[in-house]
Nanobody, 123 residues
Framework: QVHLIESGGGLVQAGGSLRLSCASS????????MGWFRQAPGKEREFVAA????????YYADSVKGRFTISRDNAKNTVYLQMNSLKPEDTAVYYC????????????????WGQGTQVTVSS
C-alpha cells in the first residue's frame, strides 16, 4: 500500500513559480513510476508529467514542456513538480500518482493517488 500526500499548492500571479511535493509512506517508493495529473473545474483529469522509478526518464505534456520539471528523491520518498512561468490556464487541482508500471500518460496505469493540492494562477 502506498499513501501519497501532496503539498505546495497555492495562489500565484501569472509568470510566477510554485514547487509541488508529493510525499509517500512505505518503503517501496523507489519501485514506482510517478506521475502528476491535474483537473480544472468542469474538465477531465489530464496528464502533466511522469518520471520513471529511477528518475532516469521523464515525460511531459506539450502544454507544460519547458516550464515544468518533474524530479524525485528516492531517499526522501518524495516526487516534485517545479512549475515556472505559470499561466492562468494552469489553474487546477494537481494530483500525484504512483504505478508499478506507470510512467504513462494514462491515469489507468497508476495504482495509487494523492488527495490533490489546489493551484490557482491569477492574471
Amino acid at each position: 500500500q502506498v499513501h501519497l500526500i501532496e503539498s505546495g499548492g497555492g495562489l500565484v500571479q501569472a509568470g510566477g513559480s510554485l514547487r509541488l511535493s508529493c510525499a509517500s509512506s512505505g518503503r517501496t517508493f523507489s519501485r514506482y513510476d510517478m506521475g502528476w495529473f491535474r483537473q480544472a473545474p468542469g474538465k477531465e483529469r489530464e496528464f502533466v508529467a511522469a518520471i520513471s522509478w529511477s528518475g532516469g526518464s521523464t515525460y511531459y505534456a506539450d502544454s507544460v514542456k519547458g516550464r515544468f520539471t518533474i524530479s524525485r528523491d528516492n531517499a526522501k520518498n518524495t516526487v516534485y513538480l517545479q512549475m515556472n512561468s505559470l499561466k492562468p490556464e494552469d489553474t487546477a487541482v494537481y494530483y500525484c500518482a504512483a504505478g508499478i508500471r506507470g510512467y504513462s500518460i494514462y491515469s489507468s496505469e497508476y495504482n495509487y493517488w494523492g488527495q490533490g493540492t489546489q493551484v490557482t494562477v491569477s492574471s
